[in-house]
T-cell receptor, first 116, second 111 residues
Framework: GAVVSQHPSRVICKSGTSVKIECRSL??????MFWYRQFPKQSLMLMATSNEGSKATYEQGVEKDKFLINHASLTLSTLTVTSAHPEDSSFYIC????????????FGSGTRLTVV | DAKTTQPPSMDCAEGRAANLPCNHSTISGNEYVYWYRQIHSQGPQYIIH???NNETNEMASLIITEDRKSSTLILPHATLRDTAVYYC????????????FGTGTSLTVIP
């Protein structure tokens, strides 16, 4: 149990366009999901906390108008990278916690975004 | 803020035990130690967690020192598929608190 599905796994987009990444908890409900970004050879950096039915909480230095997060249901959070630029190219990973789970968070398989 | 310190890299011979250390000298009494690993271009995978007792599961063993200021993840018989970056994280159990990742240890299992 506790499977998190992330889609798409890879996306290439043109500079200036927007890209939406979906994160779904398949077999559990998640009131809270998290979005991370990872650049090559670096660790995961927490971008924001996504709360179902309310506004996301962004980490310091993360532009909330650029990285739009929507958590409209207990099983789906989306991250939209707006007006993408080449420097936004990165590996984006979401995670979710099953309520009362001992196992911390389950992570999605990640989305490789390339902006050309 | 990452509250753990790990060596940046380690090598281990295939079939031998891999012992990955982690320092968490500022750990609070209600914080657990979690270990995750990330194989290249995948999301992190849960390995094991513990509070103060040693823990073992089908993947690994976790040894936590009595003062809880450090721990060691043990992969008893490393295989090539265990080559990954291993992250040690401390956090309170069952809360909505975020996971903050440190730099991790890049483990290379050598044939």
């Amino acid at each position: 149990g506790a499977v998190v599905s992330q889609h798409p796994s890879r996306v290439i987009c043109k500079s200036g366009t927007s890209v939406k990444i979906e994160c779904r908890s398949l077999d559990f409900q998640a009131t809270t999901m998290f979005w991370y970004r990872q650049f090559p050879k670096q660790s995961l950096m927490l971008m924001a906390t996504s709360n179902e039915g309310s506004k996301a909480t962004y980490e310091q230095g993360v532009e909330k108008d650029k990285f739009l997060i929507n958590h409209a249901s207990l099983t789906l959070s989306t991250l939209t990278v707006t007006s993408a630029h080449p420097e936004d190219s990165s590996f984006y990973i979401c995670s979710a916690m099953r309520a009362a789970s001992d196992y911390g968070y389950t992570f999605g398989s990640g989305t490789r975004l390339t902006v050309v | 803020d990452a509250k753990t310190t790990q060596p940046p890299s380690m090598d281990c011979a295939e079939g031998r035990a891999a012992n990955l250390p982690c320092n968490h000298s500022t750990i609070s009494g209600n914080e657990y130690v979690y270990w995750y690993r990330q194989i290249h271009s995948q999301g992190p995978q849960y390995i094991i967690h513990g509070l103060k007792n040693n823990e073992t599961n089908e993947m690994a063993s976790l040894i936590i020192t009595e003062d809880r200021k450090s721990s060691t993840l043990i992969l008893p018989h490393a295989t090539l598929r265990d080559t990954a970056v291993y992250y040690c994280i401390v956090r309170v159990l069952n809360t909505g608190n975020q996971f903050y990742f440190g730099t991790g240890t890049s483990l290379t299992v050598i044939p």
